[in-house]
Nanobody, 118 residues
């Protein structure tokens, strides 16, 4: 079983920055995709930034403000968020999709709250 633990959320003023981290542990197998999603109150969960193999995909709303990175040796993915605005307020969840032959898994972390407010 794969466990994901996020950290780095908090309260920040508009224009501020945060860096989120997610550590994956357990029987990880081969990772196919790893990244970040978010869910604001009353809204559906949406993709923020993901690695699909070695390809990075960002949501349109990121607009160059966020950067996803990873440390494969530590099974950790990061999300550097700059230029935050109130619309970025949400619970940010880490997601990992992988294979442990012959099965496939889709793991989610509990999330870390990001609140952007003055």
């Amino acid at each position: 079983q794969v466990q994901l633990v996020e950290s780095g959320g908090g309260l920040v003023q508009p224009g501020g920055s945060l860096r989120l981290s997610c550590v994956a542990s357990g029987n990880i197998g081969r990772i196919i995709a790893m990244g970040w999603y978010r869910q604001a109150p009353g809204k559906q969960r949406e993709m923020v930034a993901v690695f699909i193999s070695d390809v990075v995909k960002y949501a349109d709303f990121v607009e160059g403000r966020f950067t996803i990175s990873r440390d494969n040796a530590k099974n950790t993915v990061y999300l550097q968020m700059n230029g935050l605005n109130p619309d970025d307020t949400a619970v940010y969840h880490c997601n990992v999709k992988g294979n442990i032959w012959p099965s496939h898994y889709d793991a989610w972390g509990r999330g870390t709250q990001v609140t952007v407010s003055s």
